[in-house]
């Protein structure tokens, strides 16, 4: 336990252990009675360590928890609705820096649950959220915090073979393998399980565009019979992102409803590509511009991939159409999506450029890092295209 005065946020921390953050966080965004026995002992323990007079109660607590002292973060830029107003629930899982979060907050949902194990991506997290989220989804310790009940569980969620894991969904959901021997691993098993015990109302899933294709159609098919074994409806459908936000991004969407007898059409994101020129920056630092061996051995690679017939070529954006899509590794060489200059080498996109790609306000707080920058939002979701498909769903629900 660290107690410390942080400069840069003006407020006294009582900053508990690693796990237990997560816990008096979620309880101060959430009052969640799930939250409220764990983040109250655990306040407790901080507190008496400090050897204060005063005794520790509840109404202490309380109104420790409203002058944000326990390392709870005053005045995020996205707090989410307060408790008792919010239209709905929903869980973040694999929440990443929360694309699907900002979208449901607009929503007027509330979030109950995240979690997310990048700790770098927490950082934005709870920049921006105020609660960092909890870790590693697979492990027991982190899904008991869920509340009972909730009603969305959203999860972008890594895409993996099934079939190499040695686990069809037959002997999944008979439990031949029992979950333990999932760590031969899924990560789906892990929704599977949140959704087999809290039974949300519906499910909004993201995933790569090839999920279809991926492991010769096994690992979609899969995914579907495993939520269908639960007894959910199941729609599944690629979207380009195009016309909400000037990138091309295809990505494939799952929704499903415990009510199985709910139809559900996806919205119409047909129209016309918006133009990268619309969310460009005015004026960009020169760091931005790229080296002379990067430019050459890009335009080199690009000559030999196109003799040969294969691979990728770098080519300048052209500003009137949509950005190639934005991926994880755009760092390394920017050749995803390259900003023609006058009399330069061309530059690579900032990470402001590249939040609103992703279609974030640009009052979301970046990380610090370009590197993480860039990998987090290459990671996220077009947030514009979640809070359509979300509208929809909640005319369901
Ligand atoms: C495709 S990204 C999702 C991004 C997110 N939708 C967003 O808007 O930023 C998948 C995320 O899952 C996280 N992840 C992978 N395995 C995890 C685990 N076992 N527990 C928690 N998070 C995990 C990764 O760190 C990554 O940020």
Same mark, same amino acid.
């Given at each position: 336990m660290r107690i410390q005065r942080d400069e840069s946020l003006g407020v006294t921390l009582f900053e508990p252990d690693d796990f237990d953050n997560p816990i008096i966080q979620h309880y101060a965004f959430t009052r969640c009675k799930s939250y409220k026995a764990s983040a109250l002992k655990e306040m407790k323990r901080v507190y008496e360590q400090k050897e204060l007079e005063e005794p520790f109660t509840q109404a202490f607590a309380e109104s420790a928890l409203d002058q944000w002292l326990f390392d709870v973060l005053q005045d995020v830029p996205f707090p989410g609705p307060r408790r008792g107003e919010e239209d709905f629930t929903f869980i973040d899982l694999f929440?990443?820096?929360g694309g699907f979060r900002i979208a449901m907050q607009e929503l007027n949902g509330l979030c109950v649950f995240s979690s997310e194990w990048d700790l770098a991506a927490q950082e934005t997290y709870r920049r921006n959220f105020g609660e960092r989220p909890f870790g590693d989804i697979t492990k027991q310790e982190v899904k008991?915090? *869920?509340?009972?009940e909730f009603d969305i569980l959203c999860a972008g969620f890594p895409c993996q073979p099934f079939s190499r894991a040695g686990v069809s969904a037959r002997n999944f959901l008979g439990k031949e393998h029992g979950f333990e021997d999932k760590i031969q691993g899924n990560l789906f098993f892990d929704i599977i399980e949140i959704v087999e015990k809290h039974r949300p109302k519906v499910l909004f899933l993201e995933n790569v565009k090839n999920l279809k294709s991926h492991d010769g159609g096994n690992t979609l098919a899969t995914i579907k019979s495993m939520i269908e074994n639960l007894g959910y409806s199941f729609n599944f459908k690629v979207i380009n992102s195009q016309t909400l936000v000037p990138q091309r991004r295809e990505r494939s969407f799952i929704v499903c409803f415990r009510n199985r007898s709910k139809t559900f059409e996806f919205p119409d994101f047909s129209g016309e590509p918006l133009k990268l020129?619309? *969310?460009?920056?005015?004026s960009v630092p020169d760091s931005f511009t790229i080296s002379d061996a990067l430019w050459d051995g890009h335009i080199r690679r690009s000559k030999r991939n196109k003799e040969r017939g294969t691979g990728f070529t770098v080519g300048l954006a052209d500003l009137n159409k949509p950005s190639n899509t934005i991926v994880a590794?755009?760092?390394?060489?920017g050749k995803e999506c390259l900003i023609p200059q006058d009399g330069k080498n061309p530059r690579m996109l900032t990470p402001k450029e590249c939040s609103r790609l992703q279609g974030f306000p640009d009052s979301f707080q970046i990380h610090k890092s370009k590197k993480q920058a860039y990998h987090q939002f290459g990671n996220s979701v077009a947030v514009p295209v979640i809070k359509k498909i979300a509208k929809e769903i909640l005319k369901k629900i």
């Open positions: 929440a990443g820096i008991r915090h *869920i509340p009972k020129s619309t *969310i460009l920056e005015q590794r755009y760092y390394k060489d």
